[in-house]
């Protein structure tokens, strides 16, 4: 893929002290941040625009519909990207990894990659026991059910845009990253893992941080999976 066009979508809610560092971090090859403010009721969006990306605002609160947001505002572009990367605003994930992200979709003509958040690259603390138990079931159960070779649900990924475009994406809330990968098994695009560095995010979780939103997630997450094997 020669001089590839590279989009980030990035939903932010209330993470005016880390969100300038994530798009700071950011390689130049890609061509343009976008921003989705989801409702944030502090500095987010202001020090987003900073940093220089380009920002939106979602007021109906969820991840999925924060992604969706910025996927629209893709759409509506003339010249649409080669690559769409999902990264969090709360500067967990190391935004100069984007380079080992997509690269075999660049080099390997690869579909869709995950950033596996692999044990011996995670900062102490900076997965939740919720977390890691429901990554673990969640990927089991995919592997059990549709013969998946995923070992994480970690929000920093990368897909070709066509191909997002295809898998038809609905979720609003909590299921959006699982939902991505059971289309992805399903409509049978290749996909790798690329293991990635992680570290305590900058502020309080708003989902594995509070046990409302751990066990919301947990369900729609769940639901996402038995939904699609009884397909």
Do not use: H
């Amino acid at each position: 893929m020669k001089n590839p066009r590279i989009k980030v979508i990035i939903p932010a809610f209330n993470e005016a002290d880390s969100i300038g560092l994530v798009i700071q971090d950011i390689p130049d090859l890609v061509e343009e941040v976008i921003v989705v403010s989801n409702n944030s009721t502090d500095q987010t969006e202001e020090n987003a625009r900073k940093a220089g990306a380009s920002v939106l605002t979602e007021t109906r609160k969820g991840y999925g519909y924060a992604c969706l947001k910025g996927m629209d505002y893709v759409a509506e572009q003339a010249e649409k990207p080669d690559v769409i990367v999902f990264l969090d605003g709360d500067y967990s994930d190391y935004p100069e990894q984007l380079s080992a992200i997509i690269q075999p979709i660049l080099q390997e003509n690869i579909d869709f990659v995950i950033g596996a958040r692999v044990d011996r690259l995670r900062e102490e603390g900076s997965m939740t026991f919720p977390q890691i138990f429901g990554n673990w079931l969640a990927t089991r159960l995919m592997r059990l059910f549709f013969g998946a070779r995923f070992t994480d649900l970690g929000p920093f990924r990368a897909i070709k845009y066509e191909k997002l475009l295809a898998l038809k994406m609905e979720d609003k809330t909590y299921g959006w990253t699982v939902e991505m990968q059971l289309k992805a098994i399903k409509q049978k695009l290749s996909y790798v893992e690329v293991p990635v560095n992680y570290r305590n995010r900058i502020g309080v979780s708003k989902v594995s941080g509070t046990l409302k939103g751990a066990v919301m997630a947990g369900v729609k997450i769940l639901g996402w999976i038995f939904k699609y094997s009884l397909k």
